[in-house]
């Protein structure tokens, strides 16, 4: 499976992105869908996660709930992150990943695969 991640970007704090990633050369929708980060300095995060199957259970990062939302559209083979009021603490490079008939709680140990990073800074 390949992904490709895009949407990143600069942006002031409280300003909103969305994330894409796009997948290929997989069953997209036997796959549970994620994003992680990585800010400088600091270990990767577990962001948010969306399961899947029909009941589509979500995960996410305490520090982004209420603020961030995955979704995933089986048909584009593409799962989103929207991300709203933004805070310079989001800086980061967001991965997209993937992880074959997961749990959301078991992408957080580990994806079977990776797409490569898009950097989303938000400045003060």
């Known amino acids: 499976v390949q992904l490709q991640a895009s949407g990143g970007g600069l942006v002031q704090a409280g300003d909103s992105l969305r994330l894409s990633c796009a997948a290929s050369?997989?069953?997209?929708?036997?796959?549970?869908m994620g994003w992680f980060r990585q800010a400088p300095g600091k270990e990767r995060e577990f962001v948010a996660a969306i399961s899947w199957g029909g009941a589509y259970r979500t995960y996410y990062l305490d520090s982004v709930k209420g603020r961030f939302t995955i979704s995933r559209d089986n048909a584009r083979n593409t799962v989103y992150l929207q991300m709203d009021s933004l805070k310079p603490e989001d800086t980061a490079v967001y991965y997209c990943a993937a992880r074959k008939s997961a749990t959301v709680q078991a992408m957080g140990a580990g994806p079977d695969y990776w797409g490569q990073g898009t950097q989303v800074t938000v400045s003060s």
């Open positions: 050369g997989g069953s997209f929708s036997i796959y549970t």
